[in-house]
């Protein structure tokens, strides 16, 4: 096996093992989430390497190809779904947002109205 169809392999191996754990992003929290698209960029420096020499070391049939659509397909079906969750998250964000600046609203009225009722006295 040439060293370059091996090494497309392996980075191809690996970029299936982070779609694998990307597929579900709602069991992984922010940190984690970003080491996995930090290693993902990584990986795809290295796959980019050997791919802008495609096809040398690549002989028809070996699997190379057909390895590198199946990973383009397991994105294109992953990606809607880390859309999805980041939608998600953001509106989750939003939301707690909007109740603590309702929260810091009403404490403000609290207190400036407290100092009011002080003043009047």
């Known amino acids: ?12 191996q690996r970029l299936d093992g982070l779609l694998d754990r990307l597929a579900a992003p709602e069991g992984l929290d922010a940190e984690a989430l ?3 698209m930090v290693v993902w960029d990584r990986e795809m ?3 980019e390497r050997f791919t802008s020499r495609f096809p040398e070391g690549v002989t028809p049939g070996d699997g190379t190809r057909e390895r590198l659509t ?3 397909g397991r994105i294109q079906e ?25 929260l810091r609203r009403g ?3 609290a207190v400036q ?8 006295v």
């Not at 040439?2 to 980075?11: G, K």
């Not at 992953?78 to 859309?83: A, E, G, N, R």
């Not at 999805?84 to 939301?95: N, P």
């Open 1 to 12: 096996m040439s060293t370059n169809r091996s090494a497309i392999f392996e980075i191809v």
């Open 34 to 36: 970003a080491g996995l």
């Open 45 to 47: 420096v290295q796959l």
């Open 70 to 72: 199946r990973l383009v």
């Open 78 to 102: 992953i990606q809607p779904v880390l859309m999805r969750h980041k939608s998600e998250v953001a509106d989750q964000l939003f939301s707690e947002n909007r109740r603590v600046q309702a």
């Open 107 to 109: 404490y403000g009225a």
């Open 113 to 120: 109205g407290s100092r009011l009722f002080h003043h009047r």
